[in-house]
């Protein structure tokens, strides 16, 4: 038998061709139920707090970063990742079928029941992925070569993200053209639609069974591992410090749309456009980002994105007018991009094979405690002292993540 990368060799052409159709796929679904534009303007027919509102990209993302490191275990012990894969992300896909319900149900009962009802979707959904996130990842750093990750991750993301745009502007056309409650049905039941497309191509994935990799026979005690590779690894803990302080650097993009609708008095329309340009710059972002990452490093992009971080809240700050957020939307999209699909990159290269799922769990669920919080906060601050305060705040935030990144991550390539 070939030796698991000859193997992942032969199928890396086929394997990048069916990825790429699961990313176009969930990128239509991702744009007509984007957690940063359209599912906030829809619980905002439900209720004005910022806190609660900022609490939606929360749950998504800690329902991404609490399971993996409790799944770690689980994963490192897989001769092959894809079973698990298939399971876990019908959890992530399913839920929408569920906001177009809530979306149908909310004239009629109203947003006491409704608004709770959309809350445990969302939970659903975020832990559902956070559940897919460990084997996914493991399985994709076993099929495709190190050479190539950030540019597969790039491309990957890049061709979501073309998605994502085209898809977030017909929402917008949609929202505005239809009423509710058929405008946010449609627009949850299309998401559905297409994520069940994007689950049979990532269905097609040919993994090879690894027969290489050692598994005692007897479940290791992985807390005991985990706090290991703490102690060992000093480049991995201030790479989990960066993390977590990023977390309150970004506070304040989850409240951009928001701001727009009630500062500038945004239409559906415009907030497709600005999910657009979000979304047209992670594009390019994500391909030239990926491209120089394999070749400069890793940690010179996360830099990048962390100075996009504080232009992108001080823009938001200083904003005039509703064009002005063109601008917030585009340096946001470059943030974005080197937070998740970089910094998936690199945390991909930390530890062995068998260690790395207990790296990708540490690297997300320690975090996962900032990224509830930070929000909570930015929405308090926010409601306490206006949007524009929390901007600041998370632009002094971008700069203080910015000088962490200068001075004390390092690559792990090169510890």
Known sequence: MLPIEQQSRKFLKYNVLVSMADAAFFGIGWGFGSFGTIIPLFFAQ????AILIGLIPAIHAVGWQIPQLFTAGWVARMRKYKPAVMLMTIHERIPYLGLALAAWMLPVFGAKIVLPFAFFLLIWQ??????TANPWQSMIAKIIPPDSRGTFFGAQAAIANVLISFSAVGAGYLLDLLNSPLDFVLCFLITSAAMGISYFFLSLTREPVDTEKVIPE????????????LRKDAGFRWFLVFRVVYQFATMGFAFYIVYGLRAFNMDAVTAGYL??????????ANVGMGWLADRLGHRSMLIAGAVAVALSSFAAWAAPSINWLYL???LAGLANVSYWTIGMAMTVQYGTEAERPIYIGLSNTLIAPATIFAPLLGGWIADLAGYQTTFMLSAIGG???TILLVFLVKAPEKL
Not at 275 to 284: D, N, P
């Open 46 to 49: 439900m209720t004005d707090s």
């Open 126 to 131: 975020g832990i559902g992925s956070g559940f």
């Open 218 to 229: 007897e479940t290791t005690n992985f807390w005991s591992g985990a706090r290991s590779i």
């Open 275 to 284: 999910t657009a340009a979000l979304t047209v710059s992670q594009t390019i």
């Open 328 to 330: 917030v939307f585009v």
């Open 399 to 401: 700069v203080l993540t």
